[in-house]
């Protein structure tokens, strides 16, 4: 059997301190792992909070996103209803316009007549005048079928005989066909 070799003090003491260094070693070692787990739990906490902070923060987007899209979609409706009820507007508008432009022309036609028309009046007030007068053997008609004035049919229009040689159509009169329908019956 060996013996075993007997250490020297000094190199008990070596071993010694070199235990204590590496115990010391070891428990700076552990206090820095401690700190560096209590670190990483720290951030790790902290990026926790803000990753529930970031997610609040993106529902709270959302919903407002969605509340002003529902604004904005209801804003659009009223718009399009604005432009539907003023797109109405102006046709009824433009039917007024186009009703007034119509009567603005008949009362120009009208005006333009006004010289006519008192040339005729004229002449029938005239024709008035003159039926005192009753010669019988210039008179057209028969005794039978002589009427009280020279104006006969409704509404007072002159209806003149087939001899009537003053009777004359002017060239205002046939410019346009219709034209007296549409003057005397629309209401100005």
């Known amino acids: ?72 979609q209801e804003k659009l409706q009223d718009c399009e209803g604005t432009v ?22 008949l009362l120009d036609k009208i005006t333009r007549s006004r010289p006519l028309l008192d040339n005729l009046l004229s002449y029938m007030a005239e024709a008035e005048r003159s039926q005192s007068v009753h010669i019988p053997h210039l008179d057209p008609f028969p005794d039978h079928l002589h009427t009280p004035s020279l104006l006969s049919g409704t509404n007072g229009f002159m209806n003149p005989g087939p001899n009537d040689r003053n009777f004359s159509v002017s060239e205002d009169d046939t410019e346009e066909p219709g034209q007296d329908d549409a003057i005397f019956g629309t209401t100005v």
Do not use: F, Y
């Open 1 to 72: 059997m060996r013996r075993m070799s007997v250490l020297s003090p000094v190199q008990i003491k070596e071993a010694n301190a070199h235990l204590a260094a590496v115990h010391r070693r070891v428990s700076e070692l552990e206090r820095r792992l401690e700190a560096a787990e209590r670190t990483v739990r720290e951030q790790a906490e902290r990026l926790m909070g803000k990753d529930r902070e970031l997610q609040a923060a993106v529902r709270e987007l959302a919903l407002r996103k969605d509340r002003e899209m529902v604004d904005v």
């Open 84 to 105: 539907q009820r003023l797109q109405t507007m102006m046709k009824e508008k433009d039917g007024v316009i186009a009703q007034l432009r119509h009567r603005s022309q």
